[in-house]
């Protein structure tokens, strides 16, 4: 059982007063994805220096944000892939909630937990996975316009009706001409086809809507799942083609492990950026 202790203004000072612009820097990413692998953050945080300069300095920065209590950290279930700190996962403990956004944390019981149940840590750091390939791309010419995770980058359809769509993530990518705009799906492969089918009905609806071209001076945002593999694109890929005939354009599917040229690409169609 995960035990909340009593955190003072006084400890939070103390711990604030000892923290670097990369520590706060991991608070702002951990606010964002909730989960991350050391190798996730490594990426994100340590782009200088020869491989083993950033991991030894990842290492000490995630072992010292441990120490003072910021981060909780634990091993990844089966070991994970890779070997050494990639089998760790991290996430804000109670004193970093609190750094990270002082009023919400107080008041949402979400941030009083920081681990995942296990059966979702995987879809977890997928899309955590997602968010650093954003910032990967970002690094070479594009800008990173804006992410959102859920729950903030849900949709609410209109006319009082309690349906929503629910992305994984939304992002938005620009280059020197376009912004490029997703709601991102990161499929595992455990929904069945008619519960993929009502979601894309969602997404229809949501797009007859005109609430989110309203917003975005006439564009909606491509659908992008991400699957496993490739009997998992051809399967989505045939629930796709049985929608009404302006609905596919908005959906496309790629493999995970081609998200990044996916995104370095933007070989996109029209209705998804923005000039």
Known sequence: MYVVSRFTQERRYAIEQQLTPTHRAIIKTLSIV???????????HFISGNRGTRLRMCNYTLRRMTD????VRWRRPNGGPGGGSEVF????DRPGQLIARPDSARRSKHWLY???DVTYLPHRLAVTEVYVLAHEAAA???TLKK????????????MHTARTVRPDAYLSLADARYVYHWFIEVDMGTEWPKRINEKLKIYYRYYQSGYEQYDLKGVF????FLVPDLARKQQIEAVIHQQAHDARRLFRVELQSGAYEVLC?????DGDKLA
């Open 140 to 142: 070479h010419g594009f």
């Open 221 to 224: 945002p491509k659908v992008l």
């Open 68 to 71: 003072l209590g910021v981060l």
């Open 114 to 116: 920081p681990y995942p």
């Open 265 to 269: 690409n933007l070989c996109l169609n």
């Open 89 to 92: 996962c991290y996430a804000l």
């Open 34 to 44: 909730r989960v991350a692998t050391s190798k996730q953050l490594e990426r994100l």
């Open 147 to 158: 992410y959102e995770s859920e729950p903030i980058c849900w949709r609410r359809l209109p």
